[in-house]
């Protein structure tokens, strides 16, 4: 059992754990992942590193309550612990000094941005953070990404707080600015990642996206969590999680995350019990 050392709720629905997982946090990188099981029984659940400390041996993970096995997640308390906790997962972030960088993170995307931001800050790149959210209430690690970023704005869809609008609002600000942008780094939903890939288009800056397909195994065997990236298919567990977004098909993405969305509202009606005829 990985137990649970900490845990805070960011905000409604969202929680903040960290799990006592030393060899996770050995060789934990910014930009990896980790698939976790709640219980034994528990389907598979992949979340993005938010956080890492090797001398504690713990990893920071971050997520939203959206279904039945995030939920419970979310009813686990300090003390409790999850079945299983692999990785890390998936290649780490390219991190070296290029120059300005801007990190975009929409939502729960700030939780995953926060070390990619900070390792580019300790590389000596000029870091120029973005973070959005509907309200006032869902933005999460305001003050943490505020320390590691040398510009920070804060948009919100309601106006409640920081400045009413978009993130892609921001950023083309930035990109008509005459101080060139060497890289964008994006994650958050998948609608504003598209969005900021075709923001960034014009101006021909290279615009990395972190994606979160379906994903059962993790290891590129079962084929879930297929991307269709330039004339490729690729598998976001080992390929990615991150890929030029210029080049990824967001529409059938999109399409493929549906696939499941009935199944998941029967899973949450019914607690995640299996109603199969198999089961006796």
Do not use: W
């Given at each position: ?6 845990k ?7 929680n ?6 030393p ?14 099981r ?11 590193i938010a956080?890492f400390d090797?001398?504690k ?8 309550e ?16 999850v ?11 390219q ?7 801007v ?15 900070r ?20 933005v999460i690690?305001?003050d ?6 040398d ?43 598209r ?21 059962v195994?993790?290891t590129?065997?079962?084929g ?15 390929d ?15 399409a493929?995350?549906?696939?499941y ?5 029967q ?5 995640g ?8």
């Amino acid at each position: 059992m990985y137990k649970i050392i900490e845990k805070k709720i960011l905000s409604q629905g969202v929680n903040q754990l960290v799990i006592d997982a030393p060899l996770v946090a050995k060789k934990a990188q910014p930009g990896e992942f980790i698939i976790l099981r709640v219980n034994e029984n528990g389907e598979r659940v992949p979340l993005t590193i938010a956080d890492f400390d090797r001398e504690k041996g713990t990893i920071t993970i971050i997520f939203q309550e959206v279904g039945n096995s995030t939920r419970l997640l979310g009813e686990l308390e300090v003390g409790e612990g999850v079945a299983d906790f692999v990785g890390p997962l998936g290649h780490p972030t390219q991190i070296e000094k290029m120059g300005k960088i801007v990190c975009v993170g929409g939502g729960i995307g700030v939780a995953p941005i926060f070390p990619i931001a900070r390792g580019m800050h300790q590389a000596g790149n000029q870091v120029v953070s973005i973070i959005g959210a509907r309200n006032r209430e869902l933005v999460i690690l305001e003050d943490d990404m505020r320390e590691v970023s040398d510009e920070l704005t804060i948009t919100t869809d309601d106006g409640s707080h920081g400045r009413k609008g978009l993130v892609t609002d921001v950023l083309k600000e930035l990109l008509e600015d005459d101080e060139p942008i060497a890289e964008v780094i994006a994650i958050g939903p998948v609608v504003m990642m598209r969005a900021v890939a075709e923001t960034t288009r014009p101006y021909g800056v290279k615009t990395i996206v972190s994606l979160n397909p379906i994903m059962v195994d993790g290891t590129g065997m079962c084929g879930g969590c297929r991307v269709a990236v330039g004339d490729k298919t690729k598998f976001a567990c080992v390929d990615g999680p991150e890929f030029d977004g210029h080049k990824v098909d967001f529409a059938s993405l999109m399409a493929r995350q549906r696939m499941y969305v009935e199944q998941e509202k029967q899973a949450s009606t019914e607690g995640g019990k299996c109603q199969c005829h198999c089961q006796k």
